[in-house]
Structures are given as C-alpha cells and as structure tokens.
C-alpha cells in the first residue's frame, strides 16, 4: 500500500528499538502519562455528571421552577386560579402547573415538636410529582380520602417516632383565635397516612395536607390557593419563559427556582469546571513530555535527517516526519487512555464493592456512586489531548527542519 515517504519513515522512527535507554524512558512514561491523565478526566468528569444530575433530579424536581402568585404583600387566595392555570399550561416548554397554599407551621408528635413547612395541595394534581413516585408508606392520594390527613417525609416520621396511623397536632404560630384561656395559636390534630422518602433535605422539613384543610387553619375562605407552580420539561428555559409570562399576564409575581437554587447550581458548575481545568493540566504536562522525546530523537537521528535532506527530502517534509513520530506516541496514550477511563467508569462501584472502599462514610446506606458517561464528554477529553499532542511535536518538528546537511555531514 502506498505511503507517503514521511508518514513512512515517522513510522519506523515510533517503532524503532535503536533508540538510547533515557529517550525510551521519557518516551514511555509520556505515553503513560497521556494514558492516566485521560481515563482519569472521562472517570472524574462522568462522576460529577452523575453528582450533577442527581442534583438536578432532587432540587429540580421538588423546587418549583416558576411560581406564580398575586402582587399582595400579604398571602391572599388566588382568584379563578383554574383559569389561569389552563392558560399557563398550554405555553411551550411546560409540564405541569399545580395549585398550592403553603405556611410555616409547628407539627408536634408525643414525643418531640418541630418546625416545619406546611403545604396544602390538591392531589389530583401532583399524580407527577416527585413525592407521589417515591411513597415508602401509603398513597398521596390519602389526603383525599381521609379528613384532616398528613403525609410527611420518612426522615422526620423518625424524628418524631410516628408511623402510619398516628395523631400528629399541626399547630399555626402566625394563625391565632380566642378561647376561654385567652388568644392561642391555630392548631388541629391530623392522622399520618402515607410516607415519602425521596433523599433529600425536603425528607424531615415539608408536610403535605389537603388544601382545604390548609385553608382553614389559615382561616381563608374555599380552597385557599395562593399560589401556581410550574414544572417545565427543561428547569433551565425558566429564565426564558418568565418575561413572556410577566408581558402576557399582568397582577401577578413570576418567581424562578434561580433565585432560590441558583448558587448551588453555580456553585457545582464551578467545581466541575475546576475538576477539567487540574485534570487537564495533568494530560498537557504528559503531552509535553513529548517535547523532551522528539528533541532527543531529534539530537539522535542528525545524521539521517542531514542525509535525508540531501537526497532532496523537503523541510516540510522533515517535519511532518517528527509530528508522525509524536502522533504516534500521542495516539497510543489517547487510545489506551480511552479505553481504560470508559472500562473503569463503568466498573467503578464494582470495584469501589469489591476492594470494600466507602466515600460516603458509614451513616449512608447506599455507598454508589452516580455515573454519568456521555459520548459528548469522551469526545471532547479524546480531541483535546490529540490537540495537545500535535501542538507538542511542533517544535522538534520545526527544529528538525533547520538541520543544515553540511553542518551535520562535515565528519560523516
């Protein structure tokens, strides 16, 4: 098969064993540092892809990603929020809008008391939530069918030693009426009838009720909705979707889940950015050790360059003769890099359960990590460390060439 004469001789040049023990040396650990420094960019890169989707999956699922409620400092129902509901519902990008009445509130068990905040909704409507694929003990759909009911997260269950079946008191710091004994807050006792356990901060902080029962420990009248939440199919157009939302509909607030999560989420790209920045400084210090190589080689093969170049082989050949050499070199780390970053990506919590590793410590029950792989993300790490690769065998390359034949051949 027909080769060019300089992609031919790079070849023999990569493969020769007629090279000095120091020159294979930094040959060696140049590929090995290629190699390592890209299967740890796709394994590190492909965990926090998994840490940041897990992420996205508890925050954004449970945080509305645009609330809309009534332009009054104070909370108030939200007149013929039917209506409006259907009118959000038909813009594009939106999943769901569900009704809401929320208020902080105490809820006391026989055994403790605790703050917490109190959410009235209707069920009908939260067939999709997050809460309602995650029940550990009963139906959310509960607060329909029984008076007066609660659902509450497994983690504050705990706290509070209740389970299903259980009188809690609810009790309304800010609500209060007067009785024979003076002004006492708003309170009413309520039966646990479901359980949910999603693994997140909202599992021992937030309590489900129905919206009327909502309504009156508030003392507003019907069902008391105050407020709208919507769930769009990417939480991310948020910030695209609100200022046609605040130009079509006028007498309400459009709240997004930026101004509430917005810093985490900042935060964690912050750090995923880092994580590529050190990792890649890893693969170009490996890549430019090919520099010290193909200098060496360079050094090395002055006489066959000088006679090369005599028999009339171009400068731009030269070249091209040493960036094959270094490609090579490079291409050998890349490909292996690859190979044993998408093996060990895809068997690390085998190996993590194997070797008895535990990142999380002992208070976690699950030790596995969430991995992410994406193409996209191989792809990427795999270009930029060719890229380094080439950019590291331009300078031999270019030394190479300016060899003068009769210079080098003078004591041949």
């Known amino acids: 098969m027909f080769q060019p004469v300089s992609f031919f001789i790079g070849l023999r040049y990569s493969r020769s064993q007629n090279r000095s023990g120091f020159v294979s040396f930094i040959t060696f650990f140049s590929i090995a540092g290629i190699l390592l420094g890209v299967?740890?960019?796709?394994?590190?890169?492909?965990?926090?892809?998994?840490?940041?989707?897990?992420?996205?999956?508890?925050?954004l699922g449970l945080v509305p990603h645009i609330v809309v409620s009534a332009e009054q400092e104070k909370p108030a129902n939200m007149p013929h929020w039917q209506q409006q509901r259907e009118k959000l519902l038909a813009y594009s990008g939106v999943k769901a809008v569900t009704p809401l009445i929320e208020s902080e509130?105490?809820?006391?068990?026989?055994?403790?008391?605790?703050?917490?905040?109190?959410?009235?909704?209707?069920?009908?409507?939260?067939?999709?939530?997050?809460?309602?694929?995650?029940?550990?003990?009963?139906?959310?759909?509960?607060?329909?069918g029984m008076p007066y009911s609660l659902v509450m997260g497994q983690a504050l269950a705990h706290k509070l030693n209740v389970s299903v079946g259980d009188k809690i008191r609810l009790v309304i710091p800010n609500k209060t009426v007067f009785t024979p004994m003076g002004r006492v807050p708003v309170q009413r006792t309520f039966t646990l009838t479901g359980v949910f356990n999603v693994g997140s901060q909202i599992d021992d902080a937030v309590v489900y009720i129905q919206s009327r029962a909502a309504a009156k420990l508030l003392?507003?009248?019907?069902?008391?909705?105050?407020?709208?939440?919507?769930?769009?199919?990417?939480?991310?157009?948020?910030?695209?979707?609100?200022?046609?939302?605040?130009?079509?509909?006028?007498?309400?607030?459009?709240?997004?889940?930026?101004?509430?999560?917005?810093?985490?989420?900042?935060?964690?790209?912050?750090?995923?950015?880092?994580?590529?920045?050190?990792?890649?400084?890893?693969?170009?210090?490996?890549?430019?050790n090919i520099v010290s190589?193909?200098?060496?080689?360079?050094?090395d093969k002055q006489g066959e360059i000088g006679i090369l170049q005599t028999l009339g082989l171009a400068r731009g050949e030269i070249v091209k003769i040493f960036i094959t050499q270094g490609m090579v070199n490079g291409?050998?780390?890349?490909?292996?890099?690859?190979?044993?970053?998408?093996?060990?990506?895809?068997?690390?919590?085998?190996?993590?359960?194997?070797?008895?590793?535990?990142i999380f410590g002992p208070g976690y029950a699950s030790q596995l990590l969430p991995i992410q792989l994406e193409a996209w993300n191989v792809a990427v790490i795999v270009f930029s460390a060719l890229m380094m690769s080439f950019v590291a065998t331009l300078y031999p390359a270019y030394r190479a060439s300016k060899t003068q034949p009769a210079e080098v051949l003078r004591n041949e």
């Open 331 to 358: 291409l050998w780390g890349v490909v292996l890099g690859s190979i044993l970053g998408v093996l060990l990506t895809l068997n690390l919590n085998t190996l993590m359960s194997v070797t008895g590793i535990n």
């Open 39 to 59: 299967a740890s960019l796709i394994t590190v890169v492909s965990v926090m892809n998994g840490f940041e989707g897990e992420l996205k999956k508890k925050i």
């Open 105 to 144: 509130a105490l809820i006391q068990s026989p055994s403790t008391l605790q703050g917490v905040l109190l959410q009235g909704i209707i069920p009908e409507y939260e067939t999709g939530h997050i809460i309602n694929q995650h029940m550990v003990a009963g139906e959310l759909s509960s607060l329909d």
């Open 219 to 288: 003392r507003r009248k019907g069902d008391g909705i105050s407020q709208l939440r919507l769930y769009l199919n990417d939480a991310f157009y948020a910030g695209e979707l609100t200022p046609q939302l605040k130009q079509d509909l006028s007498g309400y607030t459009f709240t997004t889940w930026n101004e509430s999560q917005g810093a985490l989420f900042a935060a964690v790209s912050m750090e995923k950015n880092m994580m590529w920045l050190m990792l890649s400084l890893i693969v170009a210090v490996a890549a430019f």
């Open 293 to 299: 190589a193909l200098v060496m080689v360079v050094i």
